[in-house]
């Protein structure tokens, strides 16, 4: 006989079981999560503390006509393995496989698509009115973890909610964690509910009586005496100012009482916020002890959930302590983070220079602003952000950035395909973004020494700044003692050449040069550039090889339009200079996740492509030995 997990094909089969069944179906659920994730990585964390939350909402509501949304979704595999994709699951994060995300295209009970967080309350609203405006009937509820609501959008959407529908259930998934401890004004103010000795006792009693007599009478006793105390500790509870009315804080870990409570909410007339209090890492002792790093990872041994040492370090560790460095010399620079400081390695950074050292919880837009702020009071703040991540800031880029000209410098980690995170994690758009905005000097070094050069150069410089460079290890060269400073706008030239002139941008040298080496043995001249700057680019090395070679080529780790490459055809266009560039990046659609060596391969990103598409432009600079053979 098979275990309950396996019985279940759909939500329909949760509905049949019995509070006991379900505990039990909790339980292997979390074994299960632990074995599978510890072959494939993923967000075990996450998902080990939404388990009671995921079973309790579909055993309540009827996905697909009801909606559940989940705010990053990163915490959605419990849903996945509850609404038929449990056979699958193996396969999550891997080439071809389930995405690690809510995808719309991969489920009808994938209500909304996520990986960026915010967006949950929003689009429930809009979810929520839709059905309002076409009079139907389904249930739409938000699930947000208590970071989320350290993001703007969750804020202007709650501003909306009261005025615009009458029926939204939010949960307010609370564990005290971003991937970091949760930060600011919000996380100390969900603390104080959380631990305020009135709501403790309180909470507790609610469980006794929802267990004792159950049903919708007793969550409404319940209320009415939280009710009572709220008056009397906070007479104006936020969520209720935002005409949300506010139940809990409830054990999140309770299945029978968040059922119960759910049937009840449910009944609404009027927004309601459900906070509950969940663990991350529930079930698991090395995720209970080892918070951060279970958030999210690669593979590990379930029995101890120790993982292999990567070897060399990540370009965000030298980045990191490249800045410490740079700050030792420089009282000015600060550094800043949008709720990640581990994944920008800015954790190195901060016991060095505490004072100097800001997390502002997931605001990127913010994180932007203040730090044109503090530019303009002659600080040079560093914000390290993921590229695509800082797509959220754009505007603040452009106008509070940019337009004045402050001296803030944007270090865009996991700039490039993001592999197995896949479309909502790549950082494929930023040269994009970015090339286009006046004043600023954009960069991308080839290894780890060049990315300590180009953060010593734009510190220097008087305006606005970017450095993109990749998720992973470095490339492992010698570590120069001292960084030094670059000329602005000058490219590297590794190896002249004559027929053909390849631009490798950052660490996709690497595939320049391969193509120069192939090339040279067919006994071609092949030049290999390190462009290093996007902007300003180097017009005098381009209208140099423009006069010598038949072809260029750029390889990039971003997308073709509006990339590296079409900057080339601009500027040879802008010259005057009729030389056929060979564009190598990503093309013009969602790049899927995936092991980024194979989608490299799949979508041409490749030094055979580049060949196949170069060598007919060398044909009239073959060399007569060629042409023998
Ligand atoms: C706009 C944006 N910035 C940063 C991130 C990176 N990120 C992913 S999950 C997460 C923390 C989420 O915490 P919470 O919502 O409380 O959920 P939990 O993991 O604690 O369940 C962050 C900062 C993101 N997904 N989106």
Same mark, same amino acid.
């Given at each position: 006989?098979?275990?309950?997990?396996?019985?279940?094909?759909?939500?329909?089969?949760?509905?049949?079981?019995?509070?006991?069944?379900?505990?039990?179906?909790?339980?292997?659920?979390?074994?299960?999560?632990?074995?599978?994730?510890? &072959?494939?990585?993923?967000?075990?964390?996450?998902?080990?503390?939404?388990?009671?939350?995921?079973?309790?909402?579909?055993?309540?509501?009827?996905?697909?006509?009801?909606?559940?949304?989940?705010?990053?979704?990163?915490?959605?595999?419990?849903?996945?393995?509850?609404?038929?994709?449990?056979?699958?699951?193996?396969?999550?994060?891997?080439?071809?496989?389930?995405?690690?995300?809510?995808?719309?295209?991969?489920?009808?009970?994938?209500?909304?698509?996520?990986?960026?967080?915010?967006?949950?309350?929003?689009?429930?609203?809009?979810?929520?009115?839709?059905?309002?405006?076409?009079?139907?009937?389904?249930?739409?509820?938000?699930?947000?973890?208590?970071?989320?609501?350290?993001?703007?959008?969750?804020?202007?959407?709650?501003?909306?909610?009261?005025?615009?529908?009458?029926?939204?259930?939010?949960?307010?998934?609370?564990?005290?964690?971003?991937?970091?401890?949760?930060?600011?004004?919000?996380?100390?103010?969900?603390? &104080?509910?959380?631990?305020?000795?009135?709501?403790?006792?309180?909470?507790?009693?609610?469980?006794?009586?929802?267990?004792?007599?159950?049903?919708?009478?007793?969550?409404?006793?319940?209320?009415?005496?939280?009710?009572?105390?709220?008056?009397?500790?906070?007479?104006?509870?936020?969520?209720?100012?935002?005409?949300?009315?506010?139940?809990?804080?409830?054990?999140?870990?309770?299945?029978?009482?968040?059922?119960?409570?759910? &049937?009840?909410?449910?009944?609404?007339?009027?927004?309601?916020?459900?906070?509950?209090?969940?663990?991350?890492?529930?079930?698991?002792?090395?995720?209970?002890?080892?918070?951060?790093?279970?958030?999210?990872?690669?593979?590990?041994?379930?029995?101890?959930?120790?993982?292999?040492?990567?070897?060399?370090?990540?370009?965000?560790?030298?980045?990191?302590?490249?800045?410490?460095?740079?700050?030792?010399?420089?009282?000015?620079?600060?550094?800043?983070?949008?709720?990640?400081?581990?994944?920008?390695?800015?954790?190195?950074?901060?016991?060095?220079?505490?004072?100097?050292?800001?997390?502002?919880?997931?605001?990127?837009?913010?994180?932007?602003?203040?730090?044109?702020?503090?530019?303009?009071?002659?600080?040079?703040?560093?914000?390290?952000?993921?590229?695509?991540?800082?797509?959220?800031?754009?505007?603040?880029?452009?106008?509070?950035?940019?337009?004045?000209?402050?001296?803030?410098?944007?270090?865009?980690?996991?700039?490039?395909?993001?592999?197995?995170?896949?479309?909502?994690?790549?950082?494929?758009?930023?040269?994009?973004?970015?090339?286009?905005?006046?004043?600023?000097?954009?960069?991308?070094?080839?290894?780890?020494?060049?990315?300590?050069?180009?953060?010593?150069?734009?510190?220097?410089?008087?305006?606005?700044?970017?450095?993109?460079?990749?998720?992973?290890?470095?490339?492992?060269?010698?570590?120069?003692?001292?960084?030094?400073?670059?000329?602005?706008?000058?490219?590297?030239?590794?190896?002249?050449?004559?027929?053909?002139?390849?631009?490798?941008?950052?660490?996709?040298?690497?595939?320049?040069?391969?193509?120069?080496?192939?090339?040279?043995?067919?006994?071609?001249?092949?030049?290999?550039?390190?462009?290093?700057?996007?902007?300003?680019?180097?017009?005098?090395?381009?209208?140099?090889?423009?006069?010598?070679?038949?072809?260029?080529?750029?390889?990039?780790?971003?997308?073709?339009?509006?990339?590296?490459?079409?900057?080339?055809?601009?500027?040879?266009?802008?010259?005057?200079?009729?030389?056929?560039?060979?564009?190598?990046?990503?093309?013009?659609?969602?790049?899927?996740?995936?092991?980024?060596?194979?989608?490299?391969?799949?979508?041409?990103?490749?030094?055979?492509?580049?060949?196949?598409?170069?060598?007919?432009?060398?044909?009239?600079?073959?060399?007569?030995?060629?042409?023998?053979?």
């Amino acid at each position: 006989m098979g275990t309950l997990l396996e019985s279940i094909q759909s939500p329909a089969d949760l509905k049949r079981m019995s509070d006991v069944q379900m505990t039990e179906l909790a339980a292997q659920i979390r074994e299960f999560l632990i074995q599978s994730l510890a &072959k494939t990585g993923g967000h075990l964390g996450p998902n080990l503390g939404v388990v009671e939350l995921t079973l309790a909402l579909h055993a309540v509501f009827s996905t697909p006509a009801d909606k559940i949304l989940f705010d990053v979704s990163h915490q959605a595999y419990v849903h996945k393995i509850l609404t038929g994709r449990l056979d699958r699951f193996q396969t999550i994060r891997q080439p071809g496989g389930l995405n690690g995300f809510m995808l719309r295209t991969e489920s009808e009970h994938d209500a909304f698509g996520a990986g960026h967080a915010g967006t949950a309350i929003s689009a429930a609203l809009g979810m929520a009115v839709a059905r309002d405006l076409a009079g139907g009937t389904e249930n739409v509820i938000a699930v947000a973890g208590d970071a989320a609501f350290t993001n703007g959008i969750t804020f202007e959407a709650l501003n909306n909610i009261g005025e615009h529908t009458r029926r939204l259930i939010v949960v307010l998934n609370d564990n005290e964690w971003s991937i970091d401890r949760n930060v600011g004004a919000i996380a100390r103010y969900f603390h &104080k509910i959380v631990t305020n000795e009135h709501y403790q006792h309180l909470h507790t009693s609610a469980g006794r009586i929802i267990e004792r007599f159950g049903g919708k009478t007793a969550v409404k006793v319940v209320k009415r005496a939280e009710e009572a105390a709220k008056g009397f500790l906070w007479p104006s509870m936020m969520f209720e100012e935002y005409g949300l009315e506010y139940f809990g804080p409830i054990d999140g870990h309770n299945l029978p009482l968040l059922i119960e409570t759910f &049937k009840f909410l449910k009944t609404a007339d009027h927004p309601v916020l459900l906070h509950i209090l969940t663990q991350k890492g529930r079930g698991y002792q090395p995720a209970l002890e080892g918070q951060k790093k279970f958030h999210g990872l690669g593979p590990y041994d379930p029995e101890t959930g120790d993982t292999k040492p990567a070897g060399l370090p990540t370009y965000s560790e030298v980045f990191a302590t490249t800045l410490a460095d740079l700050a030792d010399e420089n009282d000015k620079i600060v550094a800043i983070t949008a709720a990640m400081p581990s994944g920008t390695g800015l954790d190195l950074f901060r016991p060095r220079h505490p004072n100097r050292y800001f997390d502002v919880g997931i605001a990127e837009e913010h994180a932007v602003v203040f730090a044109a702020g503090m530019a303009t009071r002659g600080f040079r703040p560093v914000c390290a952000i993921y590229s695509t991540f800082l797509q959220r800031a754009f505007d603040p880029i452009v106008h509070d950035v940019c337009l004045q000209k402050l001296p803030v410098l944007f270090c865009m980690d996991r700039a490039g395909l993001s592999g197995d995170d896949g479309p909502t994690h790549h950082g494929l758009f930023d040269i994009g973004y970015l090339r286009s905005v006046p004043d600023l000097v954009l960069m991308a070094p080839k290894d780890e020494n060049e990315l300590a050069d180009m953060m010593t150069t734009a510190l220097q410089l008087p305006g606005p700044s970017a450095i993109r460079y990749p998720r992973g290890v470095v490339v492992g060269v010698t570590r120069k003692p001292h960084p030094e400073v670059l000329p602005i706008g000058k490219a590297e030239v590794l190896q002249d050449g004559s027929d053909v002139a390849i631009l490798g941008l950052g660490p996709l040298v690497t595939m320049a040069a391969e193509l120069a080496a192939r090339l040279q043995k067919d006994g071609y001249s092949a030049a290999v550039i390190n462009p290093r700057f996007v902007k300003p680019l180097d017009h005098d090395m381009l209208r140099q090889y423009a006069g010598r070679v038949a072809a260029f080529v750029t390889f990039e780790d971003h997308v073709k339009m509006g990339g590296f490459g079409t900057s080339v055809v601009e500027a040879l266009d802008e010259m005057g200079l009729a030389v056929p560039v060979v564009r190598i990046g990503w093309p013009d659609q969602f790049i899927e996740h995936g092991k980024v060596d194979d989608l490299r391969a799949k979508h041409g990103l490749s030094v055979d492509e580049a060949l196949n598409q170069v060598l007919p432009l060398l044909v009239h600079r073959r060399r007569p030995s060629l042409v023998a053979s």
